[in-house]
């Protein structure tokens, strides 16, 4: 493909295709995405489509290491040749009669000499698209320069050939134009290596993923160590890591204790600790200690695949912005050429003494500088830039509709639990009755070690962080409901509810104040009010710090939970959130959403549990939490790769960078259209008597698309 009126014609033909659900052709990545019913139709069936008007489809590459394709060597080597042999040519015609010897006709012959070969090897791929599409009656980009360059060099030849058929100039012979073929040849393939240069480092971050992945894991069998290639590794596979080492596959640690650094898929920069039943994931790194994994998921399954499919997925999508540089490109050579057409027979009829030259210069100057390129690359180019970025940072943006929505958003609702919170129980309080603090968390956590119920887990944890030396339990019996009964140390110990005491006849203290938001836990020890525990969800550190960051973009931030509305108002007043909608079923929270989409705004909602996902599903945009459920996971349109609510900031704010490069590059590729045409045409010669030259109109034309690639990289460097 050489321009975005390429994509769009094959992008037509493949939705023609019997079968076809959708079809999108990606200009900047050269990659088509099809949606198709297999019993209608097969892939096989839609590259002969494509083949059949002029194209040729390459087969999908496999997840690897690769590296610059041929293509771009290729161009360099004609740009290379093209170049040595233009310059002169370059530096004949721009002596403009200056230097007496270059006055005589072996210049010409020596130029067409010289020109001859650059159109020929340097502009081959151009002649031969042009042909291709003029078999297939369409045009593109390669149609234009291929017309240009041909009518320049076709022209300059007759005129040295048989100087004879042409009207002479003020030098007495024909004036020729191969500088305009050779040097605006050499322009537009130093212009397109370029852009394919500049094109390919929008994909930096997803090649930088792929490199995550090691070629090579230590293999352990019956403890014996062995160096295998990365696709031999099956689940269940028992894998050495050492310190420094990247991790091969997604495992469970079996042995060992380490910290990992999982800056690279999660954003997050401080090392996470690993122990025996810890998952660590495929390209992170091994900081301190060896561990001992078994293999759980490997191969495309890995979360780095997942993730790196999932970020090519997005930068091959396109944004609704595309549409307009899409519908404009699909009739922009047809224009052009008629354009062309025009200003020559309008040069001829109002200049007819010296019409014929000027007329072929304004006509190839028209055809060489309208450039469909820059409106293609507009957006894919900032898209990829953009969820590259993302994927940097722990920001996964499913496609371009989802990056356009989220840039919209006017409202945030936030999930409570899990996603606020820390989505656990831990405990915030002891107000003993009578015995010291310590003593009463240790016999109580001893009574609840048998328990699987959260709050006794967080009793039981909140002791052993402490320290305290649990004793075991001689007597253990669970109390649905309410609580349990134990016997620890000789001690009768009653933990649950109040209502736990009151059918034990043992007068119970009202609690402390301030903890009428917790799961209070009222403490008896043989048959006497011993205390109470508070156990709550806390709020995440980062929390507050993340709503300040949603609300400084000017964003309204609401809580929507199915907790009471004391304990969801006690969270929103620590995390300083003024609304509050609780006590919502399940069922209801995407009802609610509604509701606010109905008073016009744009919502995006954060969640992270099973309960979320319709919510999530209804919402304009919907931001999953890392360290949620899948179900959660799939129904978003946003993926956090790390549970930290400053996230959900991070990525409306990239959204709306991201938005604002795209509409930026397609202003300035129209702007640069509208000028550059008329100018090219020779709108300027009845004022000024300047006519543009092809040469500077080819190298503005490459411009043009190099500045739209170009303004799309600033968003590789993006920060909050």
Same mark, same amino acid.
Request: charged share 15%; aromatic share 4%.
């Given at each position: 493909?050489s321009?975005a009126a390429c994509?769009?014609r094959?992008?037509?033909?493949l939705k023609r295709?019997?079968g076809?659900?959708?079809?999108n052709?990606?200009?900047?990545?050269?990659?088509?995405?099809?949606?198709f019913?297999?019993?209608?139709t097969?892939?096989?069936?839609?590259?002969t489509?494509?083949?059949?008007?002029?194209?040729?489809?390459?087969?999908?590459?496999?997840?690897a290491h690769?590296?610059?394709?041929?293509?771009?060597?290729?161009?360099?080597?004609r740009?290379?040749?093209?170049?040595a042999?233009?310059?002169?040519v370059?530096?004949?015609?721009m002596s403009?009669?200056?230097?007496?010897?270059?006055?005589?006709?072996?210049?010409?012959?020596l130029?067409?000499?010289?020109t001859?070969?650059?159109?020929l090897?340097?502009?081959?791929?151009?002649?031969r698209s042009?042909w291709?599409?003029?078999?297939?009656f369409?045009?593109?980009? !390669?149609?234009?320069?291929?017309?240009?360059?041909g009518?320049?060099?076709?022209?300059?030849?007759?005129?040295?050939?048989?100087?004879g058929?042409?009207?002479a100039s003020?030098?007495?012979?024909?004036?020729?134009?191969?500088?305009?073929?050779?040097?605006?040849?050499?322009?537009?393939?130093?212009?397109r290596?370029?852009?394919a240069r500049a094109?390919?480092?929008?994909?930096d971050?997803?090649?930088?993923?792929m490199n995550?992945?090691?070629?090579?894991?230590q293999?352990l069998?019956?403890?014996?160590?062995?160096?295998?290639?990365?696709?031999?590794?099956?689940?269940g596979?028992?894998?050495l890591?050492?310190?420094g080492?990247?991790i091969?596959?997604?495992?469970?640690?079996?042995k060992?204790?380490?910290s990992?650094?999982?800056?690279?898929?999660?954003?997050?920069?401080?090392?996470? !600790?690993?122990?025996?039943?810890?998952?660590?994931f495929?390209g992170?790194?091994?900081i301190?200690?060896?561990l001992?994994?078994?293999?759980a998921?490997?191969?495309? !399954?890995?979360?780095?695949?997942?993730?790196?499919?999932?970020?090519?997925?997005?930068?091959?999508?396109k944004?609704?912005?595309?549409?307009?540089?899409?519908?404009?490109?699909?009739?922009?050579v047809?224009?052009?050429?008629l354009?062309?057409?025009?200003?020559?027979?309008?040069?001829?009829?109002?200049f007819?003494?010296?019409?014929?030259a000027?007329?072929?210069v304004?006509?190839?100057?028209?055809?060489?500088?309208?450039?469909?390129?820059a409106?293609?690359?507009?957006?894919?180019?900032a898209?990829?830039?953009?969820t590259g970025?993302?994927a940097?940072?722990g920001?996964l943006?499913?496609?371009?509709?989802?990056?356009?929505r989220?840039a919209a958003?006017?409202?945030?609702?936030?999930?409570?639990?899990?996603?606020?919170?820390q989505g656990?129980p831990?405990l915030?309080?002891i107000?003993?009755a009578?015995?010291?603090?310590?003593e009463l968390?240790r016999l109580?956590?001893?009574?609840?070690?048998?328990?699987?119920?959260?709050i006794a887990?967080?009793?039981?944890?909140?002791?052993?962080?402490?320290?305290?030396?649990?004793?075991?339990?001689?007597?253990?019996r669970?109390?649905?409901?309410?609580?349990?009964?134990?016997t620890?140390?000789?001690? !009768?110990?009653?933990?649950?509810?109040?209502?736990?005491?009151?059918?034990?006849?043992?007068?119970?203290?009202?609690p402390a104040?301030g903890?009428?938001?917790?799961?209070l836990?009222?403490v008896?020890?043989?048959q006497?009010?011993?205390?109470?525990?508070?156990?709550?969800?806390?709020l995440?550190?980062e929390?507050a710090?993340?709503v300040a960051?949603?609300?400084?973009?000017?964003?309204?931030?609401?809580?929507?939970?199915?907790?009471?509305?004391a304990?969801?108002e006690?969270i929103?007043?620590?995390?300083?959130i003024?609304?509050?909608?609780?006590?919502v079923l399940?069922?209801?929270?995407?009802?609610?959403v509604?509701?606010l989409?109905?008073?016009?705004?744009?919502?995006a909602m954060?969640?992270?549990?099973?309960?979320?996902?319709?919510?999530l599903a209804?919402a304009d945009?919907g931001?999953a939490l890392g360290?949620?459920?899948d179900?959660?996971?799939?129904?978003?349109?946003?993926?956090?790769?790390?549970?930290?609510l400053?996230?959900v900031?991070?990525?409306?704010?990239?959204s709306?960078?991201?938005?604002?490069t795209?509409?930026q590059n397609?202003?300035?590729?129209?702007?640069?259209?509208?000028v550059?045409?008329?100018?090219?045409?020779?709108?300027?010669y009845?004022?000024?008597?300047?006519?543009?030259?092809?040469?500077?109109?080819?190298?503005?034309?490459a411009?043009?698309s190099?500045?739209?690639?170009?303004?799309?990289?600033?968003?590789?460097?993006?920060?909050p």
């Amino acid at each position: 493909m050489s321009c975005a009126a390429c994509a769009a014609r094959i992008e037509k033909e493949l939705k023609r295709a019997p079968g076809v659900a959708s079809a999108n052709v990606n200009f900047a990545t050269k990659i088509a995405t099809v949606s198709f019913a297999p019993r209608e139709t097969s892939a096989k069936t839609l590259s002969t489509r494509v083949r059949d008007i002029g194209y040729d489809v390459a087969e999908p590459q496999a997840e690897a290491h690769h590296h610059a394709p041929p293509a771009d060597a290729d161009l360099l080597r004609r740009v290379l040749i093209g170049a040595a042999l233009a310059l002169p040519v370059f530096l004949i015609a721009m002596s403009h009669g200056a230097i007496e010897a270059l006055n005589a006709p072996w210049s010409d012959w020596l130029q067409l000499i010289l020109t001859t070969p650059v159109l020929l090897y340097s502009g081959a791929p151009f002649f031969r698209s042009a042909w291709k599409g003029l078999r297939h009656f369409s045009a593109n980009m !390669d149609t234009l320069v291929a017309l240009g360059t041909g009518a320049a060099y076709l022209y300059s030849a007759l005129a040295t050939i048989a100087p004879g058929l042409l009207p002479a100039s003020h030098h007495g012979r024909p004036a020729v134009y191969f500088e305009a073929a050779a040097v605006v040849i050499v322009l537009v393939l130093l212009g397109r290596w370029l852009e394919a240069r500049a094109t390919r480092r929008t994909s930096d971050a997803i090649q930088g993923l792929m490199n995550l992945q090691p070629q090579t894991a230590q293999l352990l069998i019956d403890d014996r160590e062995s160096t295998v290639p990365i696709a031999r590794v099956k689940p269940g596979d028992h894998l050495l890591v050492r310190p420094g080492e990247r991790i091969p596959v997604d495992a469970a640690v079996l042995k060992g204790h380490s910290s990992v650094n999982e800056s690279m898929l999660t954003g997050e920069s401080l090392p996470v !600790d690993k122990s025996p039943e810890s998952t660590v994931f495929a390209g992170t790194v091994n900081i301190s200690g060896a561990l001992t994994i078994r293999a759980a998921k490997v191969g495309a !399954d890995t979360s780095l695949q997942q993730i790196v499919r999932l970020v090519r997925e997005a930068q091959g999508s396109k944004a609704p912005l595309a549409r307009l540089a899409d519908r404009v490109s699909g009739i922009f050579v047809p224009i052009v050429l008629l354009v062309a057409l025009i200003t020559f027979f309008t040069w001829l009829l109002l200049f007819p003494a010296d019409g014929l030259a000027h007329a072929l210069v304004a006509a190839v100057s028209v055809l060489v500088i309208a450039c469909p390129c820059a409106l293609g690359l507009a957006t894919p180019t900032a898209i990829m830039a953009g969820t590259g970025r993302g994927a940097e940072r722990g920001i996964l943006l499913r496609d371009g509709q989802a990056l356009e929505r989220a840039a919209a958003v006017h409202t945030v609702v936030l999930d409570k639990t899990g996603t606020l919170t820390q989505g656990k129980p831990v405990l915030t309080h002891i107000n003993p009755a009578s015995l010291p603090p310590e003593e009463l968390l240790r016999l109580a956590a001893s009574a609840e070690q048998h328990s699987e119920h959260p709050i006794a887990s967080a009793i039981v944890d909140a002791a052993r962080q402490r320290g305290l030396p649990l004793a075991t339990p001689t007597t253990f019996r669970a109390l649905s409901g309410l609580g349990v009964a134990a016997t620890v140390d000789k001690h !009768d110990i009653l933990i649950g509810k109040p209502a736990l005491l009151e059918q034990h006849n043992i007068v119970f203290a009202p609690p402390a104040s301030g903890e009428d938001a917790n799961t209070l836990l009222a403490v008896a020890i043989d048959q006497r009010f011993a205390g109470t525990l508070a156990v709550a969800d806390t709020l995440r550190p980062e929390s507050a710090q993340a709503v300040a960051a949603l609300k400084s973009q000017g964003l309204r931030v609401l809580m929507l939970t199915g907790d009471n509305k004391a304990a969801a108002e006690h969270i929103a007043h620590q995390a300083r959130i003024d609304e509050v909608i609780a006590e919502v079923l399940p069922a209801d929270k995407a009802a609610a959403v509604a509701r606010l989409q109905q008073s016009g705004q744009v919502v995006a909602m954060v969640g992270d549990g099973i309960n979320d996902a319709p919510a999530l599903a209804r919402a304009d945009v919907g931001i999953a939490l890392g360290s949620g459920t899948d179900i959660a996971m799939e129904s978003a349109s946003i993926m956090l790769l790390r549970p930290d609510l400053r996230a959900v900031a991070d990525a409306i704010a990239l959204s709306r960078a991201t938005v604002r490069t795209i509409r930026q590059n397609i202003f300035w590729a129209f702007a640069y259209n509208v000028v550059a045409l008329p100018i090219a045409a020779g709108a300027l010669y009845p004022f000024t008597g300047w006519l543009l030259s092809p040469m500077i109109a080819s190298a503005a034309m490459a411009l043009s698309s190099i500045s739209v690639v170009l303004n799309s990289l600033r968003l590789a460097r993006w920060r909050p």
